[in-house]
């Protein structure tokens, strides 16, 4: 076996994360509101959780490094790299700080459409499919939370829905 990669220490401490909540979900206090059990979503979330830690467990596993894997291009001071974590970051900051006066609907398709849009390729010719692709999926998280869960996400001043 060769060298411990970075993927594979990940994965073992994601596991090993899942496994001890997992055991600490066993404990969550039975409530007499709900129509399932308190425990249900957090296991839920853990078993998804686990398989994506199993897959990229494997993957690291079996799939040897690319050669050059580190050298990837960033400015000096190796600031470059981060890059995508910091317009993500920059983007979650404004969509909180933008909360109360967009609401979770259109915050939310914001956020997804300026993520896709900054993160992605260059070009106008995907803006549509960015937009697309946001009021999907957060109209679709939205719809889960309002009538599937019974939970009022947050309004915002310009869109009132509750």
């Not at 894997?69 to 890059?83: D, L, N």
């Not at 900054?118 to 719809?143: D, F, I, N, Q, Y």
């Amino acid at each position: 076996m060769g060298r411990l990669n970075r993927d594979t220490l990940i994965a073992l401490l994601l596991l090993v994360f899942c496994g001890v909540m997992f055991s600490a979900s066993q404990d969550i206090e039975v409530t007499n509101y709900g129509t399932m059990p308190s425990h249900v979503w957090p296991q839920v979330v853990l078993a998804v959780l686990t398989v994506f830690s199993l897959g990229l467990l494997g993957q690291s596993v079996l799939k040897a490094e690319a050669p050059g894997a580190e050298t990837a291009e960033s400015a000096p001071g190796g600031i470059g790299k981060y890059r995508n974590a910091a317009i993500v970051y920059a983007l979650f900051f404004l969509f909180l700080f933008t909360l109360d006066i967009l609401g979770m609907l259109l915050g939310g398709v914001a956020f997804v459409f300026l993520a896709l849009t900054l993160l992605g390729e260059p070009g106008l010719k995907r803006v549509p499919l960015h937009l697309l692709v946001a009021v999907a999926t957060v109209g679709v998280m939205w719809s889960i939370f309002t009538f599937g869960l019974g939970v009022l996400l947050p309004d915002g001043e310009i869109l009132q829905l509750n």
